[in-house]
Nanobody
Framework: QVQLVESGGGLVQAGGSLRLSCAAS????????MGWYRQAPGKQRELVAG???????????SVKDSVKGRFTISRDNAKNTVYLQMNSLKPEDTAVYYC???????????WGRGTQVTVSS
């Protein structure tokens, strides 16, 4: 099994930056892709960005315009860690951010417990 632990969330003023980290452990050889999702109060969880083992990134169409140029997903395979660099944060970025890992041999995707990001105006 895969375990995911997120960190790096917190309270920041609008315009500030945060870097979220997601460290994977366990059966990491089964992971093909990882991603960041977010869930704002009263809203459904939505994909923000994903990255493959080879480093190919994608940003969800639903958030692409709002995060373009501000959010960057990256990964360090040596550390089994995925990052989400978030700059120029806006109050509407406030949400719980979840890390997700999936792979062809995994029975189902694995989720972390989430990390709260709060952006004050």
């Amino acid at each position: 099994q895969v375990q995911l632990v997120e960190s790096g969330g917190g309270l920041v003023q609008a315009g500030g930056s945060l870097r979220l980290s997601c460290a994977a452990s366990g059966s990491i050889f089964s992971i093909d892709r990882m991603g960041w999702y977010r869930q704002a109060p009263g809203k459904q969880r939505e994909l923000v960005a994903g990255i493959t083992l080879g480093g190919i990134t994608n940003y969800a169409d639903s958030v692409k315009d709002s995060v373009k140029g501000r959010f960057t997903i990256s990964r360090d395979n040596a550390k089994n860690t995925v990052y989400l660099q978030m700059n120029s944060l806006k109050p509407e970025d406030t949400a719980v951010y979840y890390c997700n890992a999936g792979g062809a041999t995994m029975k189902s995707p694995t989720w972390g417990r989430g990390t709260q990001v709060t952006v004050s105006s």
